[in-house]
């Protein structure tokens, strides 16, 4: 039986200048806990405090509650202690009482996802000597109000009991207020704080049957044990697998010394950040409030203040608020507190060239006195995070490599969506204006719920503000428009994580969640109604925006640039089209990998003549159907060949089994049988005929070109009079013909004969020649087993990872999707490997048919063509296994090029 370890250090230490631990511990302490430590080191004011450990996370999850607390207990008292001596107060205390707050801290920056405790410590007793030790009544009953809030919601569930309704703190709150005609919490009296503080211990013991807990280490055990739980939120759970984050990771806990912004107007909370997050701009930046509390600013319950007067210019001038009125009752930080500014300014300053990265800072001003809670590498869009690097290089703090390697590469697939047409902008309805809070286009169809966010294709999901329980209808959704909420609101934090279009603190609208309605000067919309968001501007708009594609120019085109400098294996693209052929030369592609052919018959042009070909029983009639589609399989190869000319392009010869092309409605059979002037019972019987059990193992691939050469002599003949028509017309074409779906060099070898016949046929007739290359698909496991024997005729081998990965695992692609993401969630598999490459299985067949074919034939060229050609990790294992090229969809080829530069950067070290 497996039993804790009692050696290890499971509590780390930091304040007053010194710290057990340093930004190089994230994934023990978390990135929360590493960075607090680090400050502390390099003379940055942080509340003093400690960290209990991510591997107590995981001990947690595997022994139980009680056996974890026990084995920690002595560590965190004796942390409790160091507190107590740096603060000169006493945890519990109801004369010189120290308060502390309980924060998680993954060892990656989770926004919102899992849970905060502030003023832990406070009861009815020690209320009253919080208030006559700060000589604040006030303060004290606002913190204690705060305090059972969110203790009650973190710790002992007080949730909204349905989606329509608020959240049952914020209820009895707004009653309150109505009682009292006030609209903000900071008219409350003091006698309301004391009276919401009982009223809400009052709910709290209806909801769940039991007191609020008044013991200060009752409260921390429980807070601590919260942030435990909330590693395995739904929330929690859904961030991860959005990201790729393990499940045994777990969750660091940090508790620290409070200090308070709500002690009065000398006070406040602020979130800022050292570089503009959506857009790169190298401009400090943030909001502020004066006495509140840093979830207040988070919440988005009030919409806050810029801490730099150029962003306060800024705001002032979207929100439409004069310079007089702006400058009286909203106050950048740099104006109402210049000290305070210019120290907060320094430590930004001192924190970005420490880390060398943008820094995401959260902050505390308690009576006049700076201190900084947090500091992180700060999340950021895409062309946030490009331009940042693009301008950290230029800057000389940092090099080359380590731009690139600053590059999350999926992330640049938020740059290459397609943005709004400044055409269509000039004559769009704008109907409300909010803060630009993550910049792109989004047009979708109002939805109010998250978990509603999917019964439209394209939605915009429309929340007076967001919480983190709305994660997954914000990641399902086009776009997010919030009524309140500043530019570090949730929604805007989270949104920029993703990469999601978002507006956020648009104070014109009026919604309604019960009606489902959003109310703009007096206009209403409704659940389903069109609107558009420019993420960019702030602007709302009536109805749909027509949109553009977007262009590999500025810092993107630079950073691409220089990954082809330290890239050495090639990117090409899966292209059927001249059109994608375009789009992925536009962005890089070294050539093609991949073309389709069958894609090009289902043209209704084509389709007649391929269905003619289907149904004839004699070689003659399909000879006559296939030379009917000579000339438009020549046409569209000549196309794609011109695209990429000067460029290898790899055309897969017909791959799916006949039975995708006949009709299977009743009405298009009678109309076949009509045009083929046979009987409905003709066509019926072919197409029963060619019905399968299992179609995907079953008559097509190299299999249909066996058995019917003729189709393989037609596809032959269109490559090669295709590239020496290009050549006729002075251009260079480099076809790569590719047999698909062999299992035994004697398939492959019929296929090639044919071809090369075919090919010195059309040479004879023409006079003429070109080279190209015949070699094939290893999408089946014998094919890899037996590469050595396949080398020795085909010059290439390209892997078709999406039936390699069907074939190994035994999974049905069409069917997998009903148990696979149960597989994830009991962690089975830890990805799906029809999006991720399973390297322990399928990398294996992988490697070992590069190998045997290198064996035979050193210099064999080797691509991979499924769609994992275009996922990072798999990109990587293909550059360490040493193919020459990945394969990918157009609009993947900047991510795979970027993914290839760096793997090449990581093996160099």
Not at 49 to 62: A, D, W
Request: proline fraction near 4%; charged fraction near 25%; charge should be negative.
């Amino acid at each position: 039986m497996e039993t804790i370890q009692d050696v290890k250090t499971r509590v780390y230490k930091f304040g007053n200048k010194t710290a057990d631990g340093n930004s190089k511990m994230k994934n023990l302490l978390g990135g929360k806990g590493a960075n607090l430590a680090e400050m502390g080191l390099i003379g940055i004011p942080v509340p003093p405090g400690f960290t209990i450990t991510t591997e107590v996370c995981t001990e947690y999850n595997k022994f139980g509650q009680d056996a974890v607390v026990e084995m920690i207990t002595k560590e965190v008292e004796d942390a409790i202690e160091n507190i107590e001596s740096i603060m000169g107060s006493k945890f519990g205390d109801k004369e010189n009482p120290l308060l502390v707050s309980v924060r998680s801290g993954a060892r990656v920056s989770m926004p919102g996802m899992m849970d905060t405790v502030l003023n832990l410590g406070l009861n009815d007793e020690v209320v009253v000597g919080l208030a006559e030790k700060s000589g604040n009544e006030r303060f004290a009953w606002d913190s204690y109000r705060r305090f059972i809030q969110m203790y009650g919601d973190v710790v002992l569930g007080m949730k909204p009991e349905s989606k329509e309704d608020i959240d049952p703190f914020e209820e009895i709150m707004e009653a309150l207020k109505h009682k009292r005609q006030i609209e903000l919490d900071t008219q409350f009296t003091i006698q309301d704080l004391k009276d919401l503080c009982y009223d809400f211990k009052d709910a709290v013991k209806k909801r769940t049957g039991h007191d609020f807990p008044t013991n200060p280490w009752d409260q921390l055990w429980g807070a601590v044990i919260a942030v435990f739980n909330s590693w395995n939120s739904g929330r929690a759970i859904y961030y991860r697998n959005m990201n790729g984050y393990p499940s045994e990771w777990g969750t660091a806990v940090n508790v620290q010394a409070m200090v308070y912004g709500n002690m009065g107007d000398n006070s406040g909370t602020g979130v800022c950040f050292t570089r503009d997050a959506g857009t790169g701009e190298n401009l400090f930046n943030g909001e502020y409030l004066i006495n509140a509390q840093g979830e207040d600013v988070v919440a988005g319950t009030r919409t806050p203040q810029q801490i730099t007067k150029i962003g306060s210019l800024r705001w002032a001038e979207l929100a439409k608020v004069d310079e007089a009125e702006r400058a009286a009752l909203y106050p950048s930080l740099e104006e109402l507190m210049p000290e305070i500014y210019k120290e907060l300014n320094d430590y930004q300053q001192k924190l970005e060239n420490h880390y060398k990265d943008m820094q995401d800072m959260e902050f505390t001003m308690q009576d006049g006195k700076l201190w900084i809670l947090q500091t992180r590498n700060g999340k950021r869009t895409g062309a946030a995070m490009v331009k940042i690097a693009i301008d950290k290089l230029k800057e000389g703090s940092i090099t080359e490599k380590e731009a690139l390697l600053r590059i999350e590469p999926n992330k640049l697939d938020e740059l290459l969506h397609p943005i709004f047409d400044p055409k269509a902008l000039s004559t769009a309805n704008v109907i409300a204006q909010g803060l630009p809070a993550s910049p792109g286009a989004a047009t979708g169809q109002i939805v109010f719920f998250a978990d509603e966010a999917s019964k439209f294709k394209a939605s915009i999901l429309v929340r007076i503000e967001t919480s983190p329980e709305d994660l997954e209808g914000m990641n399902i959704a086009k776009g997010i428009l919030t009524a309140r909420g500043g530019m570090t609101s949730h929604a805007a934090v989270v949104a920029r994580g993703m990469g999601k279009c978002c507006v956020s603190g648009a104070g014109a609208l009026k919604i309604n969640y019960k009606n489902r309605t959003l109310t703009v000067d007096g206009h209403e919309y409704h659940e389903g109604d069109w609107i558009s968001l420019n993420g960019s501007t702030g602007n709302i708009i009536e109805g749909k925006v027509a949109t553009i594609e977007p262009e590999l120019s500025g810092e993107f085109a630079e950073i691409m640039e220089l990954s082809d400098k330290y890239a050495t294996m090639a990117v090409r693209t899966n292209a059927d089209s001249p059109k994608d052929a375009k789009i992925a030369r536009s962005f890089g592609a070294q050539g093609i990998g991949l073309t389709r052919t069958e894609h090009m018959f289902f043209e209704v042009d084509r389709i007649k003549a391929m269905r003619e070909m289907i149904l004839s029983d004699t070689v003659k009639g399909r000879k006559q159907a296939l030379d009917q589609l000579l000339p438009m399989q020549r046409d569209d190869f000549e196309g794609i060949f011109e695209a990429m000319a000067g460029l290898p392009v790899t055309v897969r010869l017909l791959d799916p089994p006949l039975h995708e092309f006949v009709p299977h409605a009743l009405a298009q059979q009678k109309e076949l049988a009509e045009e083929m002037h046979i009987s409905l019972e003709a066509v019926k019987s072919k197409i029963v005929e060619l019905e399968e059990f299992n179609p995907m193992l079953g008559h097509r691939g190299c299999r249909l070109g066996i058995t019917y050469p003729e189709i393989t002599e037609m596809q032959a003949r269109a490559i090669i009079e295709a590239a020496l028509n290009l050549k006729a017309r002075g251009i260079e074409a480099k076809p790569e013909i590719m047999v698909p779906l062999i299992g035994t060099i004697a398939e492959f070898e019929s296929q090639e004969g044919i071809i090369r016949a075919t090919a010195q046929k059309v040479f004879e007739e023409r006079n003429d020649t070109i080279e190209f290359l015949v070699g094939t698909m290893i999408e089946i496991p014998r094919a890899a087993l037996t590469a050595n024997l396949i080398a020795e005729k085909a010059d290439f081998f390209s892997f078709g990872t999406n039936d390699l990965t069907q074939m190994a695992f035994g999974y049905s692609r069409d069917d997998a999707g009903k148990f696979l993401p149960i597989y994830i969630e009991k962690g089975i598999l830890k990805v799906d490997p029809f999006e991720v490459l399973d390297q322990e299985g399928v990398g294996q067949l992988v490697q070992m048919g590069t190998e045997k074919g290198r064996s035979v034939k050193p210099n064999l060229k080797v691509g991979i063509c499924g769609e994992h050609g275009g996922e990072p990790n798999s990109v990587e294992f293909c550059f360490n296994t040493g193919l020459n090229y990945v394969s990918c969809s157009p609009y993947r080829v900047p991510i795979a090029r970027i993914a290839s530069a760096q793997a090449a950067i990581k093996k160099q070290g």
